[in-house]
């Protein structure tokens, strides 16, 4: 429980510093500096996903809450000063940094976890580990575990070199692991392996929010496979993703659907897949992707590209920047952007400031339009507010720090750290 406490700590204190840097800002700050304050949480949907567990509901803009997780996402995103807050950090408590890299350089000890296990002795070339939680007992991801189990056996029943495994946190009586083992049983899947871990735990927590980053963790510590596939379960693709993966020549990590963006598809349009895979029925994903007017995909993100999704990475280059940071996030947080700025910058630590997720260094990128990744539709996720600033200031850091140094020498003693 040592590190549940000193997350919850460090949170308390974060939201502390919020506020003092917001009273701050607003006393002497810039014209520019207020506006950009006004305008930095609609800069992305997230403030319509902003939950807090200690009030029981969605911030509002009356809250105060509201205007702190606005500020934080400025200097997420650039448009507040990263620098400037971590001064006003560094005037509070200039040990708050080192408190949290200090947190995340704690391995945890997996040997405490006791998971129900499917098939899971297995070893190989290429491994889909896809972690997934219900979201309030609505079957919703019951239903797109499904239909990508459904997808990726249609996929790779020919091929023996891949394995899918789901992680799963859910407690023994609720129904995923069951369901998704007998219809593997069902379709034949031989190449299929589930984990179930309970929803609390003293070296976890998932009661309201999923810790993916602990499922992609522990699937690498405990399966051999040469790629492990990092999936989110509302992602269905297509043979060309598949084939993508295969022919790709990266010597460290691979983005594997086109153009560094993801396909939304309407509630309809899910319903309707869903419901073919489920009759077993044969779907064609790429009639459901938007066209130009020409007939090409739409086209590539110049510097946005999604961190998250789907990513394929070698074994020991997940394992030489500590795979994901399940030390450190709890719910909702930037786990995506934090893993891929550490690759990013293991590859290259003369990296400077990143602006963006992706700065394209080491990375190699999917150019084939066909190759798709189309996201099933559900209700709007929730962001765990109480439990997101250490992760974000996480971010900060490795994107903003000018302490080149030290970030460096941060990422090289995260190996083999999970």
Request: hydrophobic share 35%.
């Amino acid at each position: 429980m040592q590190n549940l406490n000193e997350i919850e700590t460090l949170n308390k204190e974060g939201h502390e510093y919020l506020k003092s840097f917001m009273h701050h800002m607003i006393l002497t700050g810039s014209d520019q500096d207020c506006l950009n304050f006004c305008y930095s949480a609609p800069v992305i949907g997230d403030s319509k996903r902003w939950y807090s567990q200690s009030k029981g509901r969605l911030l509002e803009k009356g809250d105060r809450e509201f205007a702190l997780f606005g500020i934080l996402t400025g200097i997420l995103w650039g448009t507040i000063n990263p620098l400037s807050f971590f001064n006003h950090i560094e005037s509070k408590d200039k040990n708050f940094i080192d408190r949290i890299l200090d947190l995340r350089l704690r391995p945890i000890n997996y040997d405490l976890i006791k998971a129900d296990r499917h098939n899971t002795n297995v070893t190989g070339k290429y491994n889909i580990v896809v972690p997934i939680r219900e979201n309030d007992n609505q079957k919703i991801r019951l239903n797109h575990a499904k239909t990508l189990l459904v997808n990726l056996h249609r996929l790779l029943k020919d091929r023996p070199d891949w394995n899918v495994t789901f992680y799963i946190q859910e407690d023994s009586d609720e129904p995923i692991f069951d369901a998704t083992v007998l219809l593997s049983e069902k379709l034949g899947f031989k190449n299929f392996s589930a984990y179930r871990t309970p929803k609390s735990h003293p070296v976890y927590n998932t009661d309201m929010f999923m810790n993916k980053s602990f499922c992609f963790n522990h699937a690498l510590r405990e399966m051999n496979f040469e790629w492990q596939i990092n999936h989110d379960v509302d992602l269905l693709v297509t043979e060309e993703f598949i084939s993508g993966i295969e022919n790709q020549n990266s010597p460290t990590w691979y983005q594997p659907f086109y153009g560094g963006r993801v396909i939304y598809m309407s509630e309809k349009k899910t319903t309707e897949i869903v419901t073919q895979y489920s009759k077993g029925e044969q779907v064609n994903l790429l009639d459901y992707v938007p066209k130009t007017h020409d007939g090409s995909h739409i086209p590539p993100m110049a510097e946005m590209k999604a961190p998250g999704g789907s990513l394929v990475i070698r074994r020991e280059n997940m394992l030489s920047v500590g795979g994901f940071d399940p030390q450190i996030v709890y719910g909702y947080a930037p786990e995506d952007s934090i893993f891929w700025s550490k690759l990013e910058l293991k590859n290259n630590p003369n990296l400077k400031q990143q602006r963006v997720h992706h700065s394209g260094n080491g990375a190699l990128y999917c150019h084939d339009e066909k190759a798709e990744a189309l996201h099933m539709w559900h209700p709007v996720g929730y962001c765990d507010v109480d439990n997101m600033f250490v992760p974000t200031m996480m971010s900060v850091w490795l994107r903003y720090t000018t302490d080149y140094e030290k970030r460096n020498n941060f990422i090289n003693s995260l190996e083999n750290i999970l």
